[in-house]
């Protein structure tokens, strides 16, 4: 199966230019992608054109990640409905370096003739004479040609800067600096790019006599309407600093089965064969949510690492009653923060815990667990009490420091469902 048609069967074919197909036929071509470093890690939104990149290089071409250093200054006002913050050198810096490893993470850099490559685009533009640039390149593509582009035309009643408006001649130079330099003959991105990526195949016309070709992928949305790639506390991020593992992996997890059977054609790498099986073996048994476990598995062991994913999967078993005091303890403290967040809290002293703290005083009168001695007594009594995911039924047990949690908390569960963080400070 050839590229374009493995594309659309996975549905990532949005736009495609006449005689692509054609054109990728001929051997190994040579085809990018850029990314904007508008911050220092990468979201699940932009791992659709990632993995375009993937199943591009998969299907025997050269992919080359294009990220933008230069016109990351700039901005790019595709999508957008006011003029973004520019960014000033250190944070580019930054940011062009979380993007890089993560992307290192889903290309293979060494592997032969179609090796991936990155490219900065602040190396080509860092020594351009701006007169050059205008004279040389701005002449070929005329203001009623970019005016015409939607991404302009969004924009121009509410105002748009100069610089905003430039953008796609530098994009459309990106191109033509690859094609002449890396012999790059071909762009992928998102549908909202389609006329910046034009934009650069129409510069390669005008400028050189040569063509380019290109081809973008739908934006991807939830069945219910809704943004794909955020939560309700905000983006889903690649860095575990800003999104860990466990919430990474429960996004995945908590994905409807219509937006499962999506997902997994755009992010897994598996064969049509092998995808549609699990398609079916999920249909017979949607309960089980096969679909949704393998797409978590996949991606969060490639984000993150497959030690990643297991843990996420003990951290959702402990929120189930299906841990174990030691599962419990493994946790790093930000997992155990995000599986518990939400749940009641409450304080209590370093300096008591060190002393040791009777069970009924520890739930009624430090931390106000259970409302009475008595209810306490009761529940301790029936067996209703656990403490970090043990039970405990005496009354004379003591709460100590060997009981904390990552030397600062202590989980306390009432019934199969009823939660209570207490934080020792």
Not at 249 to 270: G, P, V
Not at 323 to 335: F, H, I, R
Not at 363 to 376: I, Q, W
Request: negative net charge.
């Amino acid at each position: 199966m050839d590229f374009v048609e493995e594309l659309k069967w996975r549905g990532m074919v949005h736009d495609v230019m006449p005689e692509t197909e054609e054109h990728l036929s001929k051997g190994i071509t040579t085809g990018y992608v850029g990314f904007d470093p508008t911050s220092s890690s990468l979201t699940v939104g932009n791992l659709v054109p990632v993995m375009l990149l993937v199943h591009f290089q998969n299907a025997g071409h050269k992919p080359v990640a294009l990220v933008g250093g230069a016109t990351g200054m700039i901005g790019d006002p595709s999508g957008k409905d006011e003029e973004r913050k520019l960014l000033d050198n250190k944070t580019l810096e930054e940011n062009l370096s979380g993007i890089e490893s993560q992307l290192r993470k889903f290309l293979n850099f060494d592997c032969g003739e179609n090796a991936a490559e990155l490219t900065n685009n602040i190396d080509f533009y860092k020594e351009m004479d701006m007169f050059d640039f205008f004279r040389d390149i701005g002449k070929h593509l005329t203001v009623s040609y970019m005016i015409a582009k939607d991404s302009v035309k969004s924009r121009l009643e509410g105002g748009m800067s100069f610089t905003e408006f430039a953008y796609q001649l530098f994009q459309g130079y990106d191109f033509l600096w690859l094609y002449e330099n890396k012999n790059c003959t071909f762009q992928m991105g998102g549908s909202d790019q389609w006329g910046n990526i034009t934009s650069g195949t129409e510069l390669i016309r005008r400028k050189t006599g040569g063509k380019a070709y290109a081809l973008t992928c739908p934006l991807l949305t939830k069945s219910d309407g809704s943004k794909f790639g955020k939560s309700e506390e905000g983006n889903i991020w690649l860095d575990p600093n800003q999104t860990t593992p466990y919430k990474f992996c429960q996004y995945w997890l908590n994905c409807s089965d219509n937006d499962a059977s999506k997902y997994i054609r755009i992010f897994s790498t598996r064969g049509k064969e092998e995808i549609e099986a699990l398609e079916k073996e999920h249909q017979a048994a949607p309960h089980l949510r096969s679909l949704q476990k393998e797409l978590a598995k996949e991606i969060t062991i490639r984000v993150h690492s497959e030690e990643d994913h297991n843990m996420a999967i003990k951290a959702s078993e402990l929120l189930f009653g299906k841990g174990t005091t030691d599962s419990l303890k493994d946790l790093p403290e930000a997992t155990l923060l995000d599986i518990f967040e939400g749940v009641p809290r409450s304080q209590i002293s370093k300096g008591e815990i060190d002393k040791g703290v009777g069970i009924i005083d520890f739930l009624v009168g430090k931390t106000a667990v259970l409302p009475s001695n008595g209810e306490a007594r009761r529940m301790l009594k029936g067996g209703g009490i656990s403490i970090n995911k043990s039970k405990v039924k005496e009354e004379d047990f003591q709460i100590e420091a060997k009981d904390l949690l990552n030397n600062k908390y202590i989980l306390v569960q009432k019934g199969k469902k009823n939660y209570h963080l207490v934080i020792v400070d």
